[in-house]
């Protein structure tokens, strides 16, 4: 499948239209994290539907100091990927047709939620990317729009502007694509030395720790669940051996762990990697709630995700995994 390459939302609009329009929104360097969105917004779309790619390096998004300028650039290889991919186009405007004035003066507040995390590090970054995502809601017209999960803060930032903004648009993420080695796919990993990608790798490695010991505790607390509430049932269990088990069970469950324990499997990871040369410089570890990435308390229940950013060499680098919390309150 061939992509045709668009420069103008007016080409764009010039096409003729049926079914639903699914719209991938990239800033170029396309990977195999990004074919698999766009498979995704094919099958979405429908065979009656239309896939489109837009691919804008946006300013606005980056901060001083920041690697706009080294941003790799790959039109040819982008349009041909998102065809073999499923996509019909390919949108790939310049800066002045997206900001025709110059920059916007008017432009979407990512509000408190956008000062954490990514936010602090990376001042007026969100502010900078909402305000060029409306824009390509606007001149894309979607019905759809899909993004990745390894930016968790960028698509909640995105899903609430959305709700709240009265876009009328479907916002679906998608999750995390990883190299064989657990390396989070990114348009930056080219950036990477051997040596550093090395290094790089503790990212990964510290979630699926992080994670590892969540399912234990999660595990934990199931077991916690079965364990007999009254003394009868509790010294017949003793004659075959489980009462020690049990006692293990909610002791972990109720006093260890948690958050912190979650925290801390991950962190070790890190600090082992600060050491290496080169070494990881962490930006943040977080875990946090996802409807407004505040960290969670030990009796948090529901969705999660554990976040973490850092550098290695002059890469940074960002990635995350999601983490369900049951409810303690149902054991008995």
């Not at 007026?124 to 979607?142: E, I, N, Q, S």
């Not at 709630?289 to 529901?302: A, C, K, L, Q, R």
């Amino acid at each position: 499948m061939t992509a045709t390459l668009l420069r103008t939302a007016a080409d764009l609009h010039a096409r003729a239209r049926t079914g639903r329009r699914a719209v991938v929104m990239t800033m170029g360097a396309l990977h195999e994290g990004h074919a698999t969105l766009i498979r995704a917004a094919r099958r979405i779309a429908g065979p009656d539907g239309e896939v489109v790619v837009t691919v804008f390096v946006n300013p606005l998004q980056f901060g001083a100091g920041e690697d706009l300028d080294r941003y790799p650039r790959t039109l040819d290889a982008d349009v041909e990927l998102a065809g073999e991919s499923g996509a019909d186009a390919v949108f790939a405007p310049s800066v002045d047709e997206v900001y025709p004035g110059g920059e916007p003066q008017v432009r979407v507040s990512a509000g408190p939620m956008g000062e954490r995390l990514e936010g602090a590090a990376r001042p007026g970054h969100f502010d900078g990317m909402l305000t060029v995502v409306a824009k390509l809601l606007h001149l894309t017209r979607p019905d759809v729009a899909l993004y990745g999960q390894k930016d968790a803060q960028q698509l909640a930032l995105i899903r609430r502007m959305v709700r709240d903004l009265n876009f009328g648009i479907e916002i679906v993420g998608v999750p995390t694509v990883r190299e064989e080695d657990g390396l989070a796919l990114s348009s930056r990993n080219r950036y990477l030395s051997p040596a550093e990608r090395r290094t790089a790798l503790a990212l990964s490695q510290a979630l699926f720790a992080g994670r590892d010991r969540h399912a234990a505790q999660e595990a934990l607390r199931a077991r916690a669940r079965e364990v007999p509430a009254t003394r009868e049932r509790a010294e017949a269990l003793s004659a075959i051996g489980e009462s020690r088990a049990a006692a293990d069970a909610h002791a972990v469950a109720t006093t260890a762990g948690g958050p912190a324990a979650i925290r801390a499997a991950a962190r070790l990871v890190l600090d082992e990697a600060a050491r290496l040369d080169p070494p990881l410089r962490l930006d943040y570890l977080a875990l946090v709630d996802p409807s407004d990435f505040t960290e969670i308390g030990d009796d948090f229940t529901g969705e999660a995700v554990l976040a973490v950013a850092a550098r290695v060499g002059a890469t940074r680098l960002i990635d995350n995994i999601p983490l369900t919390f049951g409810n303690l309150g149902a054991a008995s």
